[in-house]
């Protein structure tokens, strides 16, 4: 018999209700293989939800592999064997586990396809996916149509600019002015999608063969992955935990290239200071170096006032500034864009002669749109104060649950915080063990070029995703599952159980693909 029940009161969206009430109910055996699922409107009629509601959520449950779409007849429940798929999900986490990646948030980048998770998963901490339902998509209907059917419909009819929309490149510039205080020209800027698409055609302008890339330890993996796979050398650049940035460490490897994240600091959360950002232009200076400057979540910053981007005290033309729009509007638009150096700029245009720019036109028309009508502020503001409201939640509830069990490494910046256990234990046993108890948060093996550094072992606890009402309980569960028998060991219910889920990758008889989260976002 098919019982569902929704409840409209809850922040849960109505879509995540149903489709765990269905998952739940065909892991149990409630709706037998071969079974229908209830007619689109029939159910929705019944529950008194929207059928695009329902539809979606069959939609999903067809990719996770729970049922298939049958032409005549709807949906029909697959035939599973959930017992081989538990087992399974154990030994592969335990492979993985010793490997050194469970709880990276690599996945896509690996080859994995992150389905779902090994255990049923209620509070995640993830630190790149915006809070659902945060992408303005009214504001960004109109806007795509006015673009289609406005002034400057005709764009749509060419190729375009190989740098990328001029209107949306001046709107860039103006913003940068703003936000910054780094005054340039539009014509320094190029679009591009994504920030690792943007580092793989500017490394097109060096040598493997001979330009060294220093890269901050720790730092952003998702970024140097794209150094090494195009053969760059990378050396250290080491950050302590303090947020004390390694200058004199360049004069030994001196490179060519510079990476570094000033704004936040990934994953210490620490801010570049002024001192630092001055002393590491003169370095580039001198050496005839270029820095590449990540100014992702710049505008987080938390009790304190911004400190001036690079860019903006550039006066040697060594600073190549890429910026985003992933952290404030959707990371799923993949539009990022650089600030190129004049001589960096006619490298580029002799370099990238007659090629296309990769990001579709009416995506960068509407991103113009947003910006000259002021929506970006409205975002960047409202994000802000959501954001700031849910780092001090996290930092309060760890500092009341955590007590003397675990260090938080502060900074006052970005979307995440690093988090260890006094207990010095492994982060794949912490990461482990808070998948056991219905929580998720996340490695950081992979930032580190080395593994002795005193906070190799920390975890990475984000709170971009979740709700300000579950960040309490989701680290009373944390602190649970670390310090004490995981509650799923003792009871079956209660307020902060995981809610039930039997996440389902297309597992019929091919183990392929291992399903673990992919956090990055570039």
């Known amino acids: 018999m098919f019982i569902i029940t929704i409840d409209k009161s809850s922040a849960v969206t109505l879509q995540r209700q149903l489709l765990d009430a269905c998952r739940k109910e065909i892991a149990t055996g409630a709706i037998p293989a071969g079974s229908k699922l209830p007619a689109l409107r029939k159910l929705a009629d019944e529950l008194g939800i929207s059928r695009n509601t329902v539809e979606a959520a069959y939609r999903q449950l067809v990719q996770e592999g729970y049922v298939r779409s049958k032409p005549g007849s709807g949906y029909v429940v697959e035939e599973l064997d959930i017992d081989e798929m538990l087992a399974a999900w154990g030994k592969d986490l335990h492979e993985h586990a010793e490997s050194g990646t469970q709880g990276d948030t690599t996945g896509a980048a690996d080859g994995l396809e992150p389905l779902c998770a090994p255990y049923p998963i209620r509070y995640d901490f993830a630190y790149g996916d915006l809070a659902e339902g945060s992408f303005p998509s009214d504001i960004w209907r109109r806007l795509t149509t006015e673009a289609l059917f406005g002034e400057n419909a005709q764009a749509a009819d060419t190729y375009g600019p190989e740098q990328g929309d001029a209107c949306l490149r001046e709107a860039i510039a103006r913003r940068l002015v703003s936000a910054l205080g780094a005054p340039c020209r539009a014509e320094r800027i190029v679009v591009q999608p994504g920030t690792q698409a943007s580092l793989a055609k500017l490394l097109g302008l060096f040598d493997a063969a001979s330009d060294a890339v220093a890269f901050e330890n720790p730092g952003f993996y998702g970024a140097r992955i794209v150094f090494e796979r195009l053969g760059f050398e990378t050396v250290a650049l080491p950050v302590d935990e303090q947020g004390n940035w390694d200058i004199a460490s360049l004069e030994k490897s001196r490179p060519r290239l510079i990476f570094v994240t000033p704004s936040s600091q990934f994953p210490t959360g620490k801010t570049m200071p002024l001192s630092t950002r001055q002393q590491l232009i003169r370095w580039a200076t001198r050496n005839d170096a270029y820095i590449i400057e990540d100014g992702y979540c710049h505008e987080f910053r938390y009790n304190a006032m911004p400190l001036p981007a690079l860019l903006s005290i550039d006066a040697s033309g060594r600073v190549v500034h890429m910026g985003t729009f992933s952290k404030v509007l959707s990371p799923a638009i993949r539009m990022s864009y650089l600030v190129l150096p004049p001589k960096l700029l006619a490298a580029w245009r002799t370099r990238y002669e007659g090629f296309r720019n990769e990001v579709p036109w009416i995506t960068q028309a509407a991103m113009s749109l947003l910006i000259e ?99 309490e309980a989701g680290v009373r569960a944390l602190m649970r599952a670390w310090f004490e028998k995981p509650a799923s060991q003792e009871r079956q219910g209660g307020n902060d159980a995981p809610a039930p889920c039997a996440p389902i990758a297309r597992f019929n008889r091919a183990r392929g693909a291992t399903a673990y989260p992919a956090g990055l976002l570039f």
């Open 373 to 471: 009508q002021g929506h970006w502020d409205r975002l960047v503001k409202r994000a802000q104060t959501r954001n700031k409201r849910k780092h001090a939640a996290l930092v309060g509830a760890l500092e009341k649950h955590g007590s003397n069990r675990v260090e938080v490494m502060h900074g006052n910046a970005g979307l995440h915080l690093l988090v260890r256990t006094r207990d010095d234990r492994g982060q794949e046993a912490l990461v482990e063990a808070a998948a056991q108890e219905g929580v998720r948060v996340y490695g950081t093996r992979r930032s580190w070029m080395t593994q002795e550094a005193p906070w190799s072992d920390a975890v990475l606890i984000g709170f971009s995703r979740i709700t300000e009402d579950d960040i």
